[in-house]
């Protein structure tokens, strides 16, 4: 059953995951970065421009939080930790994400996943 709480969520999908992850997220409104006419932009850049239309990034970029100050900001990023950005080693992934949708909150981190092992 749902709360009623769960609402989607828009998310912005990262240039560095496929987009064919847009169909996994079920019940939410995906964009991608390319979609957006976004791609390339440097992470500050591309923050402030998804802030005012989207609630959350979905990245595999770990490195957003140390390079951003996102107290400031009203966008969650949603962090995914898998083997590669292939869509079959995102996948095990998606139902944690889905997970994390539900609760996330403007300005905080959330990594999901777990991290590669090499």
């Keep these: 059953q ?21 169909g996994h997220l079920k019940g939410h409104e995906c964009r991608t970065v390319a979609e957006c006419g976004w791609a ?4 500050g850049e591309l923050l402030s421009l998804a802030e005012p239309e989207f609630g959350v990034l979905l990245t595999l970029d770990k490195n957003i939080p140390y390079q951003q100050d996102l107290k400031l900001g009203r966008i969650a990023i949603l962090i995914v930790r898998a083997p590669s950005n292939r869509i079959q080693d995102l996948l095990p992934v998606i ?13 905080q981190v959330v990594r999901v996943g777990n991290p590669p092992t090499r």
Excluded at 7 to 17: S, Y
């Design 95 to 107: 139902p944690d994400c889905l997970v994390a949708l539900q609760s996330i909150e403007p300005g």
């Design 40 to 43: 390339g932009k440097k992470n």
């Design 2 to 22: 749902s709360t009623p709480h769960q609402l989607a969520m828009k998310v912005l999908i990262d240039e560095n995951l496929p987009l064919k992850l847009a």
